[in-house]
């Protein structure tokens, strides 16, 4: 996100843009690849509500977030666009307040991908993410890229979220 220092994520928040809401898409590939057509939109605080209850030492990645926020609400899949803005908005609007901290640095991109748009970048991630002990490896010679190393064990069920 572009000039962070000038925005107040912890409005944007709690903005819900008359969300929840569902949406029947029509388009054959987009039905295809996401499984039906029956779309769900988070309100960007549902992500917060989540990702403050990732324990520490687990991970979560913004795909089983969708996922969960899904089958929650009988969807087919939950939309993908503004799950990963609203992930990142949940994490600029934690670094701006002092109090209760969301710990999103434990949510991950696909598959166990550091987020280079969270305050202070992958670098501040990847410390946070090894002070709870997880494995950072990075991969590329130009693009380089950060990933949990077998992330995938240190899931959290969020099936096990009230």
Same mark, same amino acid.
């Given at each position: 996100?572009?000039?962070?220092?000038?925005?107040?994520?912890?409005?944007?928040?709690?903005?819900?843009?008359?969300?929840?809401?569902?949406?029947?898409?029509?388009?054959?590939?987009?039905?295809?690849?996401? #499984?039906?057509? !029956?779309? /769900? @939109? $988070?309100?960007?605080?549902?992500? =917060?509500?989540?990702?403050?209850?990732?324990?520490?030492?687990?991970?979560?990645?913004? #795909?089983?977030? !969708?996922? /969960? @926020? $899904?089958?929650?609400?009988?969807? =087919?899949?939950?939309?993908?666009?503004?799950?990963?803005?609203?992930?990142?908005?949940?994490?600029?609007?934690?670094?701006?307040?002092?109090?209760?901290?969301?710990?999103?640095?434990?949510?991950?991109?696909?598959?166990?991908?550091?987020?280079?748009?969270?305050?202070?970048?992958?670098?501040?991630?990847?410390?946070?993410?090894?002070?709870?002990?997880?494995?950072?490896?990075?991969?590329?010679?130009?693009?380089?890229?950060?990933?949990?190393?077998?992330?995938?064990?240190?899931?959290?069920?969020?099936?096990?979220?009230?």
């Amino acid at each position: 996100m572009a000039n962070e220092s000038q925005k107040d994520f912890n409005a944007m928040l709690h903005d819900s843009k008359d969300m929840p809401k569902f949406q029947t898409i029509t388009d054959l590939k987009s039905i295809a690849k996401y #499984g039906g057509n !029956r779309m /769900y @939109f $988070a309100p960007p605080i549902d992500y =917060d509500t989540v990702m403050k209850q990732i324990p520490y030492g687990k991970v979560t990645t913004v #795909g089983a977030i !969708r996922e /969960y @926020f $899904a089958k929650l609400n009988k969807a =087919d899949f939950t939309e993908p666009i503004t799950a990963g803005i609203f992930v990142s908005i949940a994490a600029w609007a934690s670094h701006q307040r002092s109090a209760e901290p969301t710990p999103y640095w434990r949510t991950l991109k696909a598959n166990g991908e550091l987020n280079p748009k969270y305050p202070n970048g992958a670098a501040a991630q990847k410390e946070k993410l090894e002070a709870e002990g997880h494995t950072i490896i990075q991969k590329g010679r130009t693009n380089i890229r950060y990933f949990v190393k077998n992330y995938e064990q240190a899931l959290f069920d969020l099936s096990q979220l009230k």
